[in-house]
């Protein structure tokens, strides 16, 4: 079947709740793609900050393919193999002790407001449910996270929605001290906000939070869904502040492109899932935790995360130089390979210019032009994309 019949029998059978470019992505390899017209693409959107190793990473591919022909999936009523190492790497290599296995960011997430509610519930008296979570924010589209999200157009027309969450300006300490009340029991942050348009809060916001936790025994929790894995330069971008949470949410990047979701905590907190609290029966499952292991031995082998500082650092740099020449973009943000440029007007129609010459870049927030390349793409590749958008923006 031709491409035209194809992407007609896909919009006449698939939900609609993707509004989608006229691509078929068939094939990919390090930082490019191809479609079914054989036409190339360099990948600045990496599935959404999931591909962070690029594409097809033979590690992870060799890891999949060696899992897939011993053992796929069993029950989390057994132990199994891959997700013992897993969880003993993320507990060597975060602040965290356990870790809860699911498929997605917003389970994760779901994950972490029933802990937080339980552990509240388990420690103090009194209707002490309230989380505290930002404006802008994303944390996912199940009723509880769009509850928890910041934005009112993922809420609209599914009310009611759960009680217990309140929202406060993103970067605002004081906004959330004053949103403090008897029933409040955790505060929910994006380290850096990602959907709601690359926000990247002061020095000291976090060191703040945890703060301000720990004076009203609140627990923090960072929804690292997007930031995680390598994407702003450190392992996890609360690592930039030096500053733990007590549980932190893990999805996207964590298995290289495989489903899998994943809430950690610390000892202390995570005693309050006990056996028949929580569960998910592809949580953890053996393909997607070897494809994780695969990921994270990666990252810590093959110096992606210097790459990821060294380009990032250049491609803020080269955008920053954009910025110089064009009046119309009025910020250039983020941190590592996790970069957005604020344009006063519209960037759709610069996402699709870009990708007529080969170039996958994403908009978010209606005017924010965002960068999530994989985490291995080279300053070659930068120069490529910075002059692309340099010669659409001359035309402005
Ligand atoms: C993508 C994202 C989610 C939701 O993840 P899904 O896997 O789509 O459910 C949650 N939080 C953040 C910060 C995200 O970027």
Redesign the pocket.
């Known amino acids: 079947m031709d491409t035209q019949k194809l992407m007609e029998l896909s919009n006449k059978t698939i939900a609609t709740t993707y509004g989608r470019y006229p691509l078929i992505l068939v094939r990919g390899e390090g930082s490019r793609v191809w479609d079914s017209d054989g036409k190339m693409y360099h990948d600045f959107v990496s599935g ?2 999931v591909n962070n190793l690029g594409h097809c990473h033979p590690r992870v591919v060799e890891a999949i393919r060696r899992q897939a022909g011993t053992l796929l999936h069993v029950s989390n009523l057994y132990h199994i193999l891959p997700q013992i190492e897993l969880s003993n790497m993320l507990a060597t290599l975060s602040f965290a002790d356990r870790s809860f296995y699911c ?7 779901e994950a972490a407001i029933k802990l937080a509610r339980k552990y509240s519930r388990d420690h103090f008296p009194g209707e002490r449910y309230e989380i505290i979570t930002m404006e802008q ?6 009723l509880a ?1 769009i509850t928890a999200t910041g934005q009112e157009k993922y809420k609209k027309g599914f009310e009611p929605l759960l009680q217990g969450f309140v929202h406060v300006p993103f970067n605002d300490l004081q906004a959330v001290e004053a949103a403090i009340t008897e029933r409040t029991c955790a505060v929910l942050v ?1 380290p850096i ?3 709601g348009g690359v926000n990247v809060p002061d020095p000291g916001y976090l060191r703040g939070l945890r703060e301000i936790c720990d004076r009203h025994k609140l627990l923090l929790i960072y ?5 995680g894995i390598g994407r702003t330069g450190k392992l996890f971008a609360y690592e930039h502040e030096e500053v733990p949470p007590d549980i932190m ?1 893990l ?2 990047s964590l298995a290289g492109g495989v ?1 899998i ?1 994943a809430m950690l905590a610390t000892e202390e907190v995570a005693q309050s899932f006990v056996p028949g609290t929580h569960a998910s029966t592809f949580g953890g499952n053996p393909l997607a935790t070897a494809a994780a292991v695969a990921t994270l031995q990666a990252i810590q082998e093959e110096q992606i995360l210097e790459n990821c500082q060294q380009v990032g650092a250049y491609f803020l740099e080269r955008l920053q130089g954009l910025q110089q020449r064009y009046g119309f973009i009025k910020e250039v943000r983020g941190k590592g390979l996790m970069l957005g440029i604020e344009l006063d007007r519209p960037g759709g129609k610069f996402v699709t210019a870009c990708m007529e010459q080969g170039f996958l870049i994403n908009c978010t927030m209606d005017k924010v032009l965002r960068f999530l390349p994989p985490l291995i793409i080279s300053r070659e590749e930068v120069d490529k994309l910075v002059e692309v958008l340099d010669s659409l923006f001359a035309k402005e």
């Open positions: 959404l900050a498929n997605s960011g917003a389970e994760a997430n924010s994303f944390h996912g589209r199940t996270t994006e906000q990602g959907e929804d690292e869904v997007q930031t949410t999805a996207k489903p979701g």
